[in-house]
């Protein structure tokens, strides 16, 4: 199986190298447990490092807010934006018909496809709930989505916001199971800790690491652990 490195100091440990090569993988975790990093950072490695086309498809943070944001971990993305090895793209919410949302899938899965990514991020999906209606829907987007990108190859990350309870998932209660892989990152103040709940194909840590952000960005500690009874509920 060929997998991906994630470009993440001690996660790739997690999961036996990296991301199986053309998976979806579920990123969730509440306000300020560092999806956002995470994601970037991932594509930012495959881009610089292994020269692989990456795509930021965001859903709600504009890509000059993006930009702004990551300046401080001193990561030299216009370089790569200018070769066309990063790109950021901002993808407005609709309240349109399910026609519309149909069409908003489609938009992306050709970002991918233009681009030849063999990287993307989606961030948020929980702003999906503006383009469908009602969970089936949701589901059936989902699905769709995941599909046609796994179709060109491209592994993805798809960002969820949730409470940050330990045993709360995702926001529409299905997205862990259309997915190939589940991430689970928590932030009780001072400590951070991320959880490889699920990873098809790949015999992954069944135990809770500490993690941190410091100036280059995140980084795991994958030979200690965190006791599950020190996730609040």
């Known amino acids: 199986m060929n997998r991906l490195p994630t470009g993440i100091p001690g996660f ?45 498809i965001t859903l709600e ?25 990063l790109k950021i793209y901002k993808f407005e919410p609709s309240t349109d018909s399910k026609i519309s949302a149909a069409e908003q899938i489609k938009k992306i899965v050709d970002k991918a496809r233009d681009l030849k990514a063999k990287r993307m991020v989606i961030d948020s999906i929980t ?16 699905y769709t989505l995941v599909e046609e990108l796994r179709k060109l190859s491209c592994t993805t990350i798809l960002t969820s916001e949730v409470s940050g309870k330990k045993d709360e998932y995702s ?17 009780f103040p001072p400590n951070r800790s991320i959880f490889v709940r699920k990873m098809r194909g790949t015999k992954h840590s069944p135990t809770v690491h500490p993690m941190e952000i410091g100036e280059e960005g995140l980084k795991v500690n994958a030979n200690e652990e965190i006791l599950w009874e020190a996730i609040k509920d």
């Open 127 to 142: 702003a999906f709930s503006y383009w469908f209606s009602d969970p089936t829907t949701i589901r059936l987007g989902l």
């Open 12 to 56: 790739d440990e997690l999961i036996e190298g990296g991301f199986p090569e053309g998976s979806s993988i579920l990123l969730s975790g509440g306000a300020g447990t560092g999806k956002s990093i995470f994601a970037l950072q991932y594509l930012y490695y495959g881009a610089k490092e292994r020269r692989e086309p990456s795509v930021y």
């Open 171 to 187: 926001r529409f209660g299905v997205e862990e199971f259309l997915s190939d892989g589940l991430v689970m990152l928590y932030f």
């Open 61 to 85: 943070e504009g890509p000059h807010n993006l930009w702004w944001n990551m300046q401080r971990f001193k990561w030299d993305l216009l370089p790569l934006e200018k070769e066309n090895l």
